[in-house]
């Protein structure tokens, strides 16, 4: 499974951006995908998830429920994070995840969300 992460950038507190992750090679091994983040001089966390296989069921962090969504095309293998009313504390690097049926874990490469005035 390989994944390609992009939509990162630089954004104003309170602001909005939406992230893309498209899944190709062996995709009908995929059960669930989602997207982690570290910021500088942290560990690596959960955002989101959203199973594949069994229905859109999705997962959130506390810190990021009511303004990040997390959703998918199947038509194009990819999934999206929107995320609303950005905050500072919300900058790191995003990591798109991808968790096969075997409990394998793949990632795509990180893409910087900042947030500041």
């Known amino acids: 499974v390989q994944l390609q992460a992009s939509g990162g950038g630089l954004v104003q507190p309170g602001g909005s951006l939406r992230l893309s992750c498209a899944a190709s090679?062996?995709?009908?091994?995929?059960?669930?995908m989602g997207w982690y983040r570290q910021a500088p001089g942290k560990q690596r966390e959960l955002v989101t998830t959203i199973t594949i296989t069994s229905g859109d069921i999705a997962t959130y962090a506390g810190s990021v429920r009511g303004r990040f969504t997390i959703s998918r095309d199947n038509a194009k293998n990819t999934v999206y994070l929107q995320m609303d009313s950005l905050k500072p504390e919300d900058t790191a690097v995003y990591y798109c995840?991808?968790?096969?049926?075997?409990?394998?874990?793949?990632w795509g490469k990180g893409t910087q969300v900042t947030v500041s005035s």
């Open positions: 995840n991808a968790r096969d049926t075997a409990a394998m874990d793949y």
């Open positions: 090679g062996s995709i009908f091994s995929i059960n669930d």
